[in-house]
């Protein structure tokens, strides 16, 4: 791959995560300060990811395979987006807020795969080539969060500022993807794509082997305590009076890197299984830190609870992703990774969120949250897991290529 290709797809994908990190971490501490959202809303707003995830493949399937070329379809996507954004940012109550969010969902979720398809077109071995171009994702998501801690925004109550930041961000992706390599589609608009194909249901034949099946079941039941993360954290940290806690969620990003590196290593030796297991196990000890942390002496449980970002997502989500590749063979590799995300990203964590939800506002005092009673909940649930885990998944051996 020439050089200015890889300048172009890494800068895609820079924008690509800063735009999400961008408003994405904060938006239930913005709706909590701004709204005074209840968790029953936060969990609307945080669920319209999962409707996303789970519409996204008819967008993908549907329209861009088969009628018009990736980057364009990406760049209509995010100048629309643009301006939901913008909008969002200037909403006065919740239920203004909440359909643009939700419009906004539908349409940045098809630009992950998108962004996927216009990268993958231009590589030769993409098993070498995308790792090196799709770190550039997780330094965007970084840096987002480094601006917003450097500017102040969580604790001067100006979060709205993330969505303009955003919202510029997406303005300039939408007009740069039009500059992008051409990724023509994959289909010719009269022939036949079906249902099936699209959502991944043709490798539901692999739910016959009791390992896959016990793996794709865990899978969406861990999905469930994940969402009190993605929903809650941030919320809770600034509630608890963290400073800067946007900028300090970045280290989970940047272990999250980290330990990517180590995991086939990790694989290889001690196999599959006590890779899964060993992330599991990870989240329910992140929330248990966080249950029974504070923002003084035992501050450093706040913190290594946010560095078992790389941890709980890399050993299970990423694990998961090279087990499915392993027991999909090539037949039904690119439909059984299509599955497991919709199970995942989309069932499990709307579940998830929806949980979370409900079950923050039942411990709410006049003083505020009951955070400690609210961690220690997904803790025991994502303990509940590992052992049905531990019972029911045989280990297997996975071969790398590249070790």
Known sequence: MIFITRFKLSLLFFLEF?????????????????????????????????????IAPFIIGLIADRYFAAQKILGLLHLLGAALLFIVSNADN????????????????????????????????????????????????IVAGLIIGYFGWEGSQTLKNTFYMSSIASAFLGLYSFTL???????????????????????????????????????????IPLAFY??????????????AAASKMILGQISEVLFLLLLPLFIKRYGIKNALIVGILAWGVRYMLFAFGDTGVKSWMLIFGILLHGVCYDFF?????IYTDFKAGEKYKSTAQGLITLATYG?????????????????????????????????????????????????ETIKFKSL
């Open 230 to 243: 993605y929903q809650h954290a941030n919320q809770f940290l600034n509630e608890i009076g963290m400073k």
């Open 18 to 54: 800063f735009i999400w990190g961008g408003w994405f971490v904060t938006m239930g501490t913005f709706l909590s300060q701004i709204f005074n959202a209840t968790g029953g809303e936060l969990a609307m707003a945080y669920e319209t990811q999962s409707i996303g995830a789970i």
């Open 94 to 141: 919740f239920f203004a807020f909440y359909p643009y969010i939700f419009i906004y969902m539908l349409l940045y979720m098809p630009t992950l795969a998108l962004a996927n398809s216009v990268a993958f077109h231009q590589m030769e071995n993409p098993s070498k080539e995308f790792a090196s171009i799709r770190v550039l994702g997780s330094v965007g998501w």
């Open 317 to 321: 989500f990423v694990s998961g992703q």
């Open 347 to 395: 069932l499990g964590m709307l579940i998830g969120f929806r949980f979370a939800g409900w079950l923050t506002d039942q411990y709410i005092s006049d003083i505020g949250h009951l955070w400690k009673n609210i961690w220690i909940q997904p803790a025991i649930f994502s303990f509940v897991v590992l052992t049905l885990f531990l019972i029911f998944f045989k280990n």
């Open 181 to 223: 390599p051409n990724t023509p589609p994959k289909l010719g608009s009269n022939e036949k794509l079906k249902i099936r194909e699209i959502l991944g249901l043709d490798a539901l034949s692999m739910l016959k082997d009791k390992g896959f099946l016990f793996f794709f079941i865990a899978s969406i039941l861990i999905c």
